[in-house]
């Protein structure tokens, strides 16, 4: 019993540790509709990774970059946090 009450406290202050990401949702106003600021950075992510796969594609280097399954999703999730950090941080 006497260890419950000494780690009571501890447990107390983790999880008011772990709520605090919660104070504020972060989203964006879009014709009166409230988006996941998420979903505005993937979506912008994944037009520059076109306008890269353009750019690689004119200058003839796409062959140069590796295996390209594994190279577009790195360049949009390069992107997307790029995005994130820029704007909404």
């Known amino acids: 019993?006497?260890?419950?009450?000494k780690s009571y406290p501890f447990a107390m202050l983790l999880s008011l540790m772990?709520?605090?990401g919660c104070s504020h949702a972060p989203s964006?106003?879009?014709?009166?509709?409230f988006f996941p600021v998420w979903m505005?950075?993937?979506a912008l992510?994944?037009?520059?990774?076109?306008?890269?796969r353009y750019l690689l594609l004119r200058?003839?280097?796409e062959p140069e970059v590796g295996p390209l399954a594994l190279f577009y999703p790195c360049v949009v999730l390069?992107?997307?946090?790029?995005?994130?950090?820029i704007f909404f941080r």
Do not use: P
Request: glycine content about 2%; charged content about 10%.
């Open 45 to 52: 992510a994944i037009v520059f990774a076109f306008v890269v």
């Open 40 to 42: 505005l950075c993937i």
């Open 59 to 61: 200058f003839r280097l």
């Open 28 to 33: 964006v106003d879009i014709l009166g509709s």
């Open 1 to 5: 019993m006497n260890n419950v009450k």
């Open 78 to 85: 390069f992107f997307t946090s790029l995005l994130w950090l």
């Open 18 to 20: 772990a709520l605090t």
